[in-house]
Nanobody, 124 residues
Framework: VQLQASGGGLVQTGGSLRLSCAASGLTLNSVAVGWFRQAPGKDREFVGTIWRRSETTFYSDSVKGRFTVSRDNAKNTVYLQMNALKPEDTAVYFC??????????????????WGQGTQVTVSS
């Protein structure tokens, strides 16, 4: 199983980016797919997730209303659309896949597979 995160870059405050998480060896519709981020000197934190076989999503309070997780089953890809970006959104963003129960999807240790990170930098 491999997850490949892409789409990061440099954007100004208020701008948008869309991250992609493509998978091989795993059907993303069969698992929960989450996004996490890690800023320099900080722990990795939950950003959002989409539940398996549904469009149900969950978000951290810090991104709710600005970020959207979606899935394209035909492309076996999950997206993180990030709008109204702030400098505090600057981090390395990771996608991950989980077979855990619904109650655990905000927990980093519930995720079985991880992609490499993609850097997002928001300039002020």
């Amino acid at each position: 199983v491999q997850l490949q995160a892409s789409g990061g870059g440099l954007v100004q405050t208020g701008g948008s980016l869309r991250l992609s998480c493509a998978a091989s060896g795993l059907t993303l519709n069969s698992v929960a797919v989450g996004w996490f981020r890690q800023a320099p000197g900080k722990d990795r934190e939950f950003v959002g997730t989409i539940w398996r076989r549904s469009e149900t999503t969950f978000y951290s309070d810090s991104v709710k209303g600005r970020f959207t997780v979606s899935r394209d089953n035909a492309k076996n890809t999950v997206y993180l659309q990030m709008n109204a970006l702030k400098p505090e959104d600057t981090a390395v963003y990771f996608c991950a896949a989980s077979r855990a129960v619904l109650s655990a999807v905000r927990m980093e240790n519930a995720y079985n597979y991880w992609g490499q990170g993609t850097q997002v930098t928001v300039s002020s």
